[in-house]
């Protein structure tokens, strides 16, 4: 079956960096695009960073863009998202995403606080 799992949050002071990553297994994930969610107390769930299958193509949030890089190894299953000049609003849990046959999977998310 697919699973995602989300590893590399934590507590960073504004201005630091954290990498995420998500490792994927149950598909094959040379064929298809993932992305990167946030979600924040009380708000919903956003589009962070996605990226194609080959990792050709990337697009961005606009509150990211310059500041968060989307990448991934298909010979490790496995996506990054290098976040740089982290923002108190950046604070959230931090989710991948696949969709197969129109069927959303999800990790079960990471956690990024950034205070100081």
């Known amino acids: 079956q697919v699973q995602l799992v989300e590893s590399g949050g934590g507590l960073v002071q504004p201005g630091g960096s954290l990498r995420l990553s998500c490792a994927a297994s149950g598909f094959t994930f040379s064929s298809y695009a993932i992305r990167w969610y946030r979600q924040a107390p009380g708000k919903e769930r956003e589009l962070v960073a996605g990226?194609?299958?080959?990792?050709?193509?990337?697009n961005y949030a606009d509150s990211v863009k310059g500041r968060f890089t989307i990448s991934r190894d298909n010979a490790k299953n496995t996506v990054y998202l290098q976040m740089n000049s982290l923002k108190p609003e950046d604070t959230a849990v931090y989710y991948c995403?696949?969709?197969?046959?129109?069927?959303?999977?999800w990790g079960q998310g990471t956690q990024v606080t950034v205070s100081s």
């Open positions: 995403n696949v969709i197969r046959y129109i069927t959303h999977y």
């Open positions: 990226i194609s299958n080959t990792g050709g193509g990337t």
